[in-house]
């Protein structure tokens, strides 16, 4: 057997990477992995934690307004440079926090870009390292646009960097990332302008929760441009102005495009030793990981397929096991539950209406648009709305989604539910905890 420098050598210091190279060295194994930037990649720099901070700071203004009709007399401010600030001083704990995880794990971690030269060597600021196995798990990055002007643009990460908020600002999507940002901008009393090449927003979602959070974003300012793209955009002084595509021309102070996120394989050398690429840009892989190079192997969303934090999290943790340990693990991918984190709070697990009738015989549906009680004392208008998807031929949920204020919440309860069979029957003969919007779930 040839001698290497590593068992496993990791590209990428983000959830998968990480909870990779630390099972795989728990197991045994003598592992390196490599990270050009910040420990805890996307989720913890760019992504989900920052911006659920974020989501939580805007959302005071809206709990401050409630607390009006509860008696609180509430003369309050809002400064956006202290929300960045301790927001960066949270995220550099964890940066912390996920390199001192890995050195007490055995695992050497390599502050550098990598680069692969061959099927068993990585290149990293001009020093070379061997591995039996090299695992790719470098995420994705956001999508730039193809516009004239298009050197304007920011992405969704520019929003974490922000000296201050805009009076203005236009919003370019509409998946999570767009809703999400768009929320906060539009909390903290931004004018949001939100354009969106689609019929309607955050597709692949269940058709009732979309319509029903397009009308109550709208409901809370945020002007939404529908089956329209943005064409140029130009420099004006210190704003800028973008042509859309039915005629108008918009001015903003920001022009954010969320336009969604790609694989982040450039500068790695991966076509140079014949990795296969998907269609899209992906590592394409087998149901282990493995690449078109047997020794190659990739997980995350460098993959291009389930761009979620907690799946690359499992399969790292399964290709750790499967090649250190029992072999055992592994990902199961139905019904896994995923929220937006836009106001309202979006979440869902399972299939849509429209999925279930492709998929079933027979469906019955169940739903539910209610004002919480939460807001009765409130002068503010929100509605929440609850659904169940179900599989006439044996009762057996089959999709559960929820849009209002606790939606992620409620909604990962019910996936353990769906995850164990529960029918509508068992949701039916289950009390309800009252006073709740959980409850729905089980009167509808």
């Given amino acids: 057997m040839a001698e290497y420098d590593y068992d496993l050598f990791v590209v990428g210091a983000g959830s998968g990477g990480v909870r990779a190279s630390r099972v795989a060295s728990q197991l045994g194994a003598r592992v390196a992995i490599a990270e050009m930037d910040r420990a805890g990649g996307t989720c913890v720099n760019v992504g989900c ?15 401050l307004e409630d607390a009006r009709g509860y008696g609180w007399s509430t003369e309050s401010s809002f400064d956006w440079a202290t929300l960045r600030a301790n927001k960066d001083r949270e995220i550099k704990r964890l940066n912390g926090i996920y390199e001192t995880l890995l050195e007490g794990a055995g695992v050497d971690l390599l502050k550098g870009r990598a680069r692969l030269l061959d099927a068993h060597t990585v290149e990293i600021e001009g020093t070379q390292r061997t591995a ?14 193809d516009i004239r002007g298009s050197e304007h643009a920011l992405t969704s990460d520019a929003m974490f960097t922000l000296d201050e908020l805009p009076e203005r600002a236009l919003v370019v999507g509409a998946g999570y990332i767009a809703l999400e940002l768009g929320s906060v901008l539009c909390a903290l009393g931004v004018h949001v302008t939100l354009v969106h090449r689609g019929d309607e927003i955050l597709r692949g979602f269940d058709h009732d929760l979309r319509g029903h959070l397009h009308n109550e974003l709208e409901a809370k300012g945020m002007h939404i441009l529908l089956e329209t793209r943005v064409e140029e955009l130009r420099k004006t002084g210190s704003s800028f102005e973008a042509r859309l595509s039915n005629g108008e021309v918009l001015a903003t102070d920001l022009p954010m495009f969320a336009i969604g996120r790609e694989p982040n394989v450039e500068g ?16 394409v892989v087998d149901d282990n990981f493995t690449s078109s190079v047997p020794s190659v192997y990739a997980v995350g969303d460098v ?21 250190y340990g029992q072999g055992d693990h592994r990902v199961d991918y139905m019904s896994i539950p995923t929220a937006v984190f836009c106001q309202p709070e979006l979440a869902t697990v399972g299939l849509t209406e429209a999925e279930a009738w492709h998929r079933c015989q027979d469906v019955r549906v169940y739903k539910s648009a209610f004002t919480p009680l939460k807001l009765s004392l409130s002068e503010r208008s929100e509605h929440t709305i609850v659904k ?4 006439a031929a044996n009762d057996r949920v089959v999709g559960c989604h929820m849009a209002g204020h606790g939606a992620a919440e409620i909604i990962q309860g019910l996936a353990i539910a769906m995850k164990a069979g529960a029918t509508k029957a068992h949701f039916d003969a289950t009390i309800g905890l009252h006073p709740s919007s959980a409850e729905e779930f089980v009167s509808l």
């Fill in 388 to 391: 169940v998807v179900v599989d």
């Fill in 303 to 323: 993959t291009d397929h389930i761009q979620l934090t907690p799946v690359a999290i499992a399969e790292g943790m399964h290709f750790a096991h499967h090649f």
């Fill in 268 to 283: 790695l050398g991966l076509e140079d030793i014949g990795v296969e690429l998907g269609r899209h840009g992906g590592i």
């Fill in 49 to 63: 934690i920052p911006k659920k901070l974020f989501v939580y700071g805007s959302h005071f203004a809206y709990d």
């Fill in 132 to 145: 039996e196995r090299v695992l790719i798990a470098t995420g994705g990055r956001a999508v730039e646009p």
